[in-house]
C-alpha cells in the first residue's frame, strides 16, 4: 500500500533511478477493497519499455477473477454503498481522492514512466495532472445532474431521472494510462456507477496504485475495482460478463469490434469506443503563424513517441509553401531531445514495446517502398539502452501511400500537398476514420467551411490538442462512438427513468 505524501520530484537522472527503487511497486490486483493475487496464482511479465528488462510479475486475472470483481461491483451497486450517499459526500470523496492523488503524483509519474517508457516530465506535467483534473470536474459535477419536468395534464406530474447504469466495465489502453483510466472511471463513479477497471497489460500499476488511494479516500469497497490482466483473458470475460451493464473503451479498432460482438453474444451490455485516428493537419499558405503551425506539426505527432490516437499523423500542406514549410517541421524535430525516459531533460523517450517499436519501423519501410521519400529518421535510435526507440520520422508520400491510410501509431508523419481548399478537405476525409483535425489559416472564412468540411469529431484551429476536459472528445466513422470527457460523458453513464404520478383526488 503506497503511504507517501508530497515529494519533491528529483530533477537528475541518478535522483530518479534512486525515487524508482525505493517505490514499492503495485502488482496485485483490487477486489473488495483488498490487495489481492488472481484466483489462479498465475502472473504475468511487465517488462520495461526503457531497457526491456523484466519490471516485476502482476497478477494475471482471469474470468475466475473477473466473476469475483464483477460481483463485488454489483453487490455494492445493488446496496447502495456508494449510489445511495448524498450527492455532496461522493463529492467530497472524489475531492479527497483528487486530493491524495495530487499528495502521490510524483510516485504516480514515476510508475507511470517505468511503465510507459514515456517521459518522466510528460508523466509529471501532463499525465498525471490531467488524471486528478478529470477526477476533480466530474468530482464538481455530480451535485449538478439535475432531471426534468415533462408537460402533463394537471392532475399529473411526469418527471424524467438520470440514473446510474450498475458496473461498468472500463479496459484502457497503455498510451496514457491513469489519464486514459480518469477520463472513464471518474463520471462513471460520479453518476454513482460501479466500476471494474481492466488497464492494459504494459500499463497496470497507476491504477492499482489509485485504486488504493480511492479506497482511502472513502470510496467504499467493490464500488471500483481493478483486475490486471491480459486482453485475451480478462478483458475478454469482463467484456462477455453477463452482469456488466457497459463497456467503455479505448484501444484498437478490431477490439473495439470484437466488443460489439461480446455484447450481441451476452447481454447487450453497452458499448462506447475511442479507437484509432489518421488525423489531418491542415496548413494554408495565408496562415500568419507558420512557426506556430510548424511546431504543432512536429509535436503533434512526436508527442507521446506518437503513440496517440490523435496523432497529427498526417501533414496536408499547401503546394505553394510546401518546401519551406516542411523545412520548419524538420527543424522543430531536430531540436527534440530524444533520450532516457527517466532523464528530467528528456522530451521524447520509450515505444511501450519492441511488438510497437517493430511496426512503426515496419511502416517506414513499406511507406518507402511504395515511393515515399525519407526526409528525417526512418531508424531505431538508443538501441544500446535495450528499449524500444524510434527516431522522430517524417516521410514525403502520394495519397495511395500506405501511410495516408493506415495509423501507424509511432512517430512517423507523411507529409501530402492539396492545390485549393476543395481538395484539402477531400484528402483530409479520405481515410477510414474521422477522430481529430486541424487547419492552420488567417481566413475566418476558411476557418468555418474547413469546420464544417471535415469528418471529425474534434477540429482545432490554429492550434493542435487545443481542447480540454471541458470539450467533448471522440471520433467518427471507424474511430468509434460516444464520447469521454465534458458533461456528455458524465451522461455516458446514466439511463433515462421517465415517471408519471397521478394525484386525481
Ligand atoms: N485509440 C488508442 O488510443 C489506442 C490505439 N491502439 C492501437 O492498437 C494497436 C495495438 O495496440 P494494443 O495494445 O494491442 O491495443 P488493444 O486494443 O489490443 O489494447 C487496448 C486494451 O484492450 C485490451 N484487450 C486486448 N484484447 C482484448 C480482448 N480480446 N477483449 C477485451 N479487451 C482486450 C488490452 O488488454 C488493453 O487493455 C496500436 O498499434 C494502435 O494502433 C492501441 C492503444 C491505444
Ligand atoms: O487529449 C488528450 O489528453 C489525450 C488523448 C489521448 C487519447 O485518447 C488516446 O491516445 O487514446
Not at 502482476?58 to 445511495?84: L, N, P, T, Y
Not at 506518437?306 to 496523432?311: H, K, M, N, R
Request: some cysteine.
Amino acid at each position: 500500500m503506497p503511504v507517501s505524501a508530497l515529494q519533491t520530484p528529483a530533477d537528475t537522472l541518478e535522483g530518479v533511478l534512486a525515487s524508482i527503487r525505493a517505490l514499492t511497486l503495485p502488482d496485485k490486483a483490487v477486489i473488495e477493497g483488498m490487495e489481492v493475487l488472481s484466483a489462479s496464482g498465475r502472473t504475468f511479465d511487465n517488462f520495461s519499455s526503457r531497457d526491456g528488462k523484466l519490471i516485476n510479475k502482476i497478477a494475471a486475472c482471469d474470468r475466475a477473477d473477473v466473476d469475483a470483481a464483477v460481483h463485488s461491483a454489483r453487490q455494492a451497486f445493488e446496496d447502495g454503498r456508494w449510489r445511495a450517499l448524498a450527492p455532496k459526500v461522493r463529492k467530497k470523496i472524489l475531492h479527497r481522492l483528487a486530493d491524495l492523488m495530487t499528495g502521490h503524483a510524483e510516485n504516480l509519474s514515476l510508475l507511470e514512466s517505468l511503465d510507459t517508457g514515456k517521459p518522466i516530465s510528460d508523466a509529471r506535467n501532463v499525465d498525471i495532472p490531467l488524471a486528478i483534473n478529470s477526477t476533480r470536474y466530474y468530482a464538481e459535477a455530480l451535485d449538478k445532474v439535475y432531471g426534468e419536468v415533462a408537460p402533463s395534464p394537471e392532475d399529473r406530474l411526469s418527471y424524467v431521472v438520470h440514473e446510474p447504469l450498475g458496473v461498468i466495465g472500463a479496459i484502457v489502453p497503455w498510451n496514457f494510462p491513469l489519464h486514459m483510466a480518469m477520463w472513464k472511471v471518474a463520471p462513471a463513479l460520479a453518476m454513482g456507477n460501479s466500476v471494474v477497471l481492466k488497464p492494459a497489460e504494459n500499463s497496470s500499476m497507476t491504477a492499482l496504485y489509485t485504486a488504493q488511494l480511492a479506497l482511502e479516500a472513502g470510496v467504499p469497497a467493490g464500488v471500483w475495482n481493478v483486475i490486471p490482466g491480459l486482453g485475451g483473458e480478462a478483458g475478454d470475460a469482463l467484456s462477455r460478463h453477463m452482469d456488466v451493464d457497459m463497456i467503455t473503451f479505448t484501444g484498437s479498432g478490431p477490439i473495439g469490434r470484437q466488443l460489439m460482438r461480446a455484447s450481441a453474444d451476452s447481454n447487450l451490455k453497452r458499448v462506447s469506443l475511442e479507437l484509432g485516428g489518421k488525423s489531418p493537419q491542415i496548413v494554408f499558405a495565408d496562415s500568419d503563424d507558420l512557426d506556430g503551425a510548424a511546431a504543432n506539426a512536429a509535436w503533434g505527432v512526436f508527442y507521446n513517441q506518437g503513440q496517440v490516437c490523435t496523432a497529427a499523423s498526417r501533414l496536408l500542406v499547401e503546394e505553394t509553401i510546401k518546401d519551406a514549410f516542411v523545412a520548419k517541421v524538420i527543424a522543430v524535430a531536430k531540436t527534440i531531445r530524444v533520450g532516457d525516459p527517466f532523464d528530467p531533460k528528456t522530451q521524447f523517450g520509450a515505444m511501450i514495446s519492441e511488438r510497437q517499436m517493430n511496426t512503426a519501423l515496419d511502416y517506414i519501410e513499406k511507406g518507402q517502398a511504395e515511393g515515399g521519400k525519407l526526409l528525417l529518421g526512418g531508424e531505431r535510435v538508443r538501441s544500446e539502452s535495450g528499449g524500444y526507440y524510434v527516431a522522430p520520422s517524417l516521410l514525403d508520400i502520394a495519397q495511395d501511400n500506405i501511410l495516408a491510410q493506415e495509423e501507424v501509431f509511432g512517430p512517423v508523419l507523411s507529409v501530402l500537398t492539396f492545390n485549393d481548399e476543395q481538395d484539402a478537405y477531400r484528402i483530409a476525409n479520405n481515410t477510414i476514420y474521422g477522430l481529430a483535425s486541424g487547419v492552420w489559416t488567417s481566413n475566418i472564412g476558411k476557418a468555418m467551411r474547413a469546420a464544417k468540411a471535415l469528418k471529425a469529431g474534434l477540429v482545432w484551429v490554429n492550434g493542435w490538442d487545443a481542447c480540454d476536459i471541458t470539450s467533448p472528445f471522440g471520433g467518427v466513422k471507424q474511430s468509434g462512438f460516444g464520447r469521454d470527457r465534458s458533461l456528455h460523458a458524465l451522461y455516458k453513464y446514466a439511463d433515462l427513468k421517465a415517471v408519471s404520478i397521478s394525484f386525481k383526488a
